[in-house]
Structure formats: C-alpha cells, structure tokens
DNA sequence: TAAGCCATAACTGTATACATAAATCAAACA
DNA sequence: TGTTTGATTTATGTATACAGTTATGGCTTA
C-alpha cells in the first residue's frame, strides 16, 4: 500500500489530530516528545512539522519550535471568506460535469454523516469537513483539491477557537442540499446552495472571541478601579 | 534583518532559481550537490525542499529524490483556472478598500517593470510575477497571498513548460490598466481587467503541447500502419 | 520580600553517520 | 550482438551527535 515513511505518518497522524481538536490551537508540539511518542527520531518529526507549517496548520517560530496554530478573530474570518471563494468555485466546475459514480460517492459519504451524528464528536468533525474534501476531489483538480482540503482543516482549527462547543451539528442536511443542486448541473443554484451552506455554519459556529481571547482582556474585568 | 535560517537560505534560493526559469522542469534536484554549492548540509537542503515540494513546485518521488514539477498539460490548464478565481477574488476586495499609499506602491513596481522590458529576461519574468503578488499582498490576507504566490509561480513553471520563449511580453499595460480599473473603487470592472489580463497571458503564451510533448506522442506519426 | 542576575537545563538548528533503496555498469549468457 | 543478472556506486531516509539559543530556577542583593 502506501509505502509511507516514517516522516509521512507523522505528519498524517499529527494533522488528524489537530484537525480532530485533540491538538488544541496554541499547544506546543515538542519534536522529542512527538518523536518519542511515534518511535522517531526528531528528524522525520521536523520534516513533519515543516509541512504542517506550509499548510497554516503549525507555527513555528525561530529557535522556539511549534504550535498548533492560533489565528486571531481577523485571519479567522478572512479564511472563512476565502473558503467561500473555493468552495464556490468547486461547486461551480462540479455542477457541470458531475457523473453517477460521483453522486454514489458523495451519497455514500452522507450516509456516514449521519451514522456519526450524536456519536463521537471527533469523528463529526472529521466526517464533515471530508465531506468537502471529497466535493473538491470530485473535481478532478489536484491544486484546487489541496487548497480546499487546507482551508478546511484551518477552519476545523477555527471552530476549536471561536466557537462554542458542539454548536457546528454539521449540517448534513446542508450537505444533501447541495447535492441535490448538483444533480440539478445548474451552477449557480449550486454555488448559491453552498453558499448558504457555509454562512449557516459561519453563524451556528458563532464565531467570536471567548477562547482565551488573550490575557488581558480577560483580566480587564478583573483590575479594580477603586 | 532576515535572521535566515540555512534551510531559509536555500528555500528562497531554489524558489527564485526555479521561478525564473533557471532551474527548468524536469530538472534533478539532488541534495548532495545543492548543499554542496549553498555550503550546507543535506539536512538543511532536504528541508527547504520539502517546503517546496508543499507549495507544487518540487516533486518528490519515494527514494527517488526531488525534481522540478513537471505539470502536465491538463494540470496547466487547470492552474491557470484557478488563477483566475484567486485574482478575481484579489481585485474584489482590493477595489473595495485600496489606498493612496497602495496605487503608489502598485505604481512604483509598474516602473520597475517598465524598466525592466527589453532588458534581461529573467528579472522580467519575476517582476511580472510579483506584481500579482504584490496585489494579494495589498489585500492584508496572508492566506490569500500564499495561493496567489504559490499559483503564479506554477504559472511561470507553466510557461517555462508549455509557451513559446519570450511569448509574454509581460504585459505592463494590462497591469497599468488593472490599477485604473481599482482606481473607480469598481469591483466589477477591476474583475473585469483581471480576467482579460489572464486571458491574454494565456493567449500570448499559446499554451500548447510543444517542450517535449511525451515520446509517445512524438512516435505516433512514425508507427507505419501497413 | 521583591527584583535582578547567573548557572543550568531543555530544546532547536545543523552536521554527520549509517542503513537501505535505486541506478549504473559490467560481465556472463544465450 | 542483445539481453539479463549481479556487483558496484550513488543517493535517499533516518538516527545520532553537537553547537547555539531560549527557557527555567535558584541565588544574591537591596
């Protein structure tokens, strides 16, 4: 199978776990203790953490190794924004030449959804944001494929900031929503079906600063002005 | 300045090399000899390449080593759609919120390339390059700028690929009228600009099959059918 | 007791060393 | 002469070692 070296399934096993919000934004990612943690040494970890670090999954900064990434409120919102401007694309390119193979792949997903729903909350996630992978892959389009599927994993990241628990319930009803408007192969009822996809999550997520939004003003409340 | 790390080093020297053309597709990027010539070690070569691998401008095959991202024609074609998508989404915003101090920056790069016509080939290509990505850069997106640098360099990979030499006359006038068309605050017509500046680059270079378009290809006109 | 400072510890950046897979070449064979 | 196979060489994947930087903790001192 995938012939993967050690480097490779690091790096596969570190972005599902912070996709999967085990791997919380901020958290440090030490390369001894990862590496220890998967039998590596340092040097398939760093590999994995600079390929992290070009997706906007990690930060690292200059001789102080990395972290989940934090993306402040503003690059929160500009990422959602340009999630919008793929997934449009991705929608819009699918609506013309969508196949039946394609609709049993995507239904098939669905029904995956759906058995997850209520179950285990990683596992939704996961579901959900594949979901749109899957959208994107149908494409056909590799470039297009990798940044949909980075987009979405930063969004996951997202929601684990700013947004209150479990308030994302995936919508999977959205998700049949949009198939339907594929099967229509009307792009624009498509684009539109997303769309609205995408705000209705935007707004269930509530997305807003309250997880740790910074030290200070959390304690702003709490300096006595007496 | 730039407290560069030696993997930094050799990153933004491999991309320029392959961005302006230097370091063609196709071409072997062994680590021996690339540490060789910067005065590092594999390690800090392997590094940089990885990133480089992230962003498409390297492949990296199992135990085979890195080239120069060869992208098919279908791929090429398929970039440059996306292209489109991205810049459209660049000048959408941008014509909404652009600044003085912006047009002068955008107006001080056009001279540069004004400059730089007829000139060496090369410092044209990358001037040419980096005025799209001085465009993301205005917008304050950095997500947004990372795809737009990422897809035009591709893109200069492509036309090092598939256009006839010195095709792209670069342009400069469609640039200049691309910042006119910001001027009116119109997202519309600014969109408008974008697209027919990409449409013409993309006629200009007459993306064909012509670089090595597959031996097999080449042979089929010599298969004798009796 | 609080603030500043130095020593120590922990971790990253890089080089080197070793093991393994791929490529190359030569010799043997048909 | 052309092909195949085995040895040699080359290059990659990974581990380890070392140097330099950042963080930590205790000590001194006011």
Not at 26 to 50: C, H, W, Y
Request: aromatic share 4%; hydrophobic share 40%.
């Amino acid at each position: 199978m995938t012939q993967s070296s050690r480097a490779e399934s690091v790096y596969v096993s570190l972005r599902r776990a912070i996709i999967e919000q085990a791997l919380r934004p901020g958290m440090k990612l030490p390369e001894d203790a990862i590496g220890e943690q998967f039998g590596v040494s340092r040097t398939s970890v760093r590999n994995a953490l600079v390929r992290l670090s070009a997706e906007g999954l990690v930060e690292v900064r200059n001789n102080r190794g990395a972290c989940v990434a934090e993306p402040t409120l503003e690059e929160a919102l500009d990422i959602f924004s340009l999630r919008r401007c793929l997934e449009r694309e991705v929608v819009n390119r699918l609506s013309r030449k969508i196949t039946p193979a394609q609709f049993a792949a995507l239904e098939a997903h669905v029904r995956l959804e759906k058995d997850a729903v209520g179950g285990n909350g990683p596992l939704s996630i996961r579901l959900a944001g594949e979901f749109h992978i899957l959208l994107a892959e149908l494409t056909g389009s590799k470039p297009l494929t990798r940044y949909v599927s980075e987009i979405v994993s930063r969004c996951s990241l997202i929601l684990a900031l700013y947004s209150r628990p479990h308030s994302d319930q995936c919508g999977v009803d959205e998700h049949i929503e949009i198939i339907q408007a594929l099967r229509q192969h009307d792009p624009s009822r498509a684009m539109h079906a997303m769309e609205h996809h995408l705000e209705a999550l935007e707004t269930r997520a509530q997305i807003s600063n309250q997880a740790e939004p910074d030290v200070r003003s959390i304690l702003s409340k709490y300096v006595r002005t007496g």
